[in-house]
């Protein structure tokens, strides 16, 4: 199909070749001179257009090029990996703090070593400008690395923790403690504190709020500053759940108590199948049967906050599980305790948030692996204690 465009190029044409044929009768000199300045104009557009090709594509192929330093590198510096950082996010990291000089430069070097990608969080000394094959080579290096993981374990307590995190960090047990007087001032959002059961909350602990995991903290930070960080990773991992909207939405408590309640549950079940189930008898006793929880742990809970050690459950005198001084008492006491006992996992909040389905009102691990039966029949509970027994329990 010929357009209108088509249509008014051969006119034109037409008419050029006319004008042309009346000027050729002046003779040929004249035309083979044109020519030839023809041809000298279209030599020089060619060169032209030859050097603009030729530093287009030197500009084109500046841009592939992903711009590095050169050498091991000048000043000494340290870089901070997070944890769980892609090597995009390393390279960044690396670029902030002029290691190298491109995050291309680093990504590519890491991807051409065969450990590239077992780059590990934490801090290490490195060197200002290196090239990012010698970055790659150095973040590889074990030496290289100042500080390794400090693990905080489902269920520990603050007291506990505060003793993990003064070894690893060399920083005195007691700033953890004065840096924990005042959880808001770290990053728990006031909010938490609220309990819809009419009891007091334990405003000035931080229990709870630990969230347990291993850290690579800076060696830079202080003790107030370090458990900020852990109390980020709680809010974090509580938003990601979408804790705070399940419980208020699906259970008749504040998040509060449910956390309470993931401690409860994170300190008595004795495997994680068993944390939904526990979760479940504190809720119905608490809640339902208005009867007092009787968890020995609580008692155990107490004597720590006032620098004792704990006990096994069966060495805990009447008068330690009774104590009627215990905020935290659960042996004579109805309802929840003031506040969490320990610091629960991402499991044992699970279980909160969405405890299994049951009337069960007791509970006892039935053997030495850790696994509890689940009863709502005191009969039943005084037989499965001596069931336990028989297997090795020490409860008899």
Known sequence: MIDELDLAFDEHAERGRSRHR?????????????????????????????????????????????????????????????????????????????????????????????????????????????????????????????????????????????????????IPVKDFQTAAKNPVDLGVPAFWFNRRDGKPAAKTSIEGFLFPDTYEFDPKLDAEQILKVMVKRFVDVTTEMGFVDNVQNTLAVSPYEALIVGSLAEAEAGVPKDLPKVARVAYNRAYKAKMPLQFDVTANYWLQVQGKAAKHSGQLSPEELDDPKNPYNTKSKLGLPIGPIDNPSQAALQGAMQPAAGNWLYFVAIDKAGNSVFTDSLAQHDKNIQQACKNGVPLC
């Open 22 to 170: 009346r000027n050729s009768r002046g003779g040929g000199k004249k035309g083979s001179g044109k020519s030839g300045v023809a041809f000298l104009m279209a030599f020089v557009l060619l060169a032209l257009l030859g050097g603009g090709v030729f530093f287009g594509y030197n500009k084109v192929k500046g841009f592939f090029t992903a711009a590095d330093y050169d050498g091991p590198g000048t000043d000494a510096v340290q870089v901070t990996i997070e944890k769980d950082a892609t090597l995009t996010d390393i390279g960044n990291t690396l670029v902030d703090s002029d290691v190298v000089k491109s995050t291309k430069a680093f990504t590519n070097a890491a991807g051409e070593n065969p450990r590239g990608k077992n780059i590990q969080s934490g801090t290490y000394n490195m060197k200002k400008q290196m090239s990012a094959a010698n970055a790659v080579t150095v973040l590889l290096d074990p030496k290289s690395r100042i500080t390794s993981g400090v693990t905080i374990v489902p269920g520990t307590t603050s007291m506990e923790a505060y003793v993990i995190l003064s070894k690893a960090t060399n």
